[in-house]
C-alpha cells in the first residue's frame, strides 16, 4: 500500500495502474478492504485520509486505460435483477 500511495502522490497514474496490475490488485478483494482500514484509521482531514480516499477511488472507478501488462478493463458491475 505504501508503494501505491509513493506513486500516487507522484501523479504517476501510470506507474500506479502498472503497479497495480502486475500484482493482480485491481480487483483483489483483501486489498480493497485493508485500503478500507487504513482509511477508518487514519486521521479525519489529513493527507494521509485524503491520499488513500483517492487511491480507492481510483480502484472504484478501474481507471487504467494500458500497464505493461496490456490494457485493463473496468470491473463490471452485474444487475440486482
Known amino acids: 500500500m505504501h508503494k501505491v500511495m ?3 502522490k507522484t501523479g504517476e ?4 495502474n ?5 500484482r493482480g490488485l485491481w480487483k483483489h478483494e483483501l486489498f480493497a478492504s485493508v485500503v478500507q ?3 477508518e484509521l487514519a ?12 487511491v480507492q477511488n481510483h480502484l472504484r472507478d478501474g481507471s ?4 505493461s501488462q496490456g490494457s485493463h478493463a473496468a470491473p463490471v458491475q452485474r444487475s440486482l435483477f
Open 37 to 39: 482500514a487504513i482509511i
Open 43 to 54: 486521521e479525519r482531514g489529513s493527507e494521509e485520509r485524503a491520499l488513500l480516499e483517492s
Open 64 to 67: 487504467a486505460a494500458t500497464s
Open 6 to 8: 509513493q506513486l500516487w
Open 18 to 22: 502498472s503497479y497495480l496490475s502486475d
Open 13 to 16: 497514474q501510470a506507474r500506479v
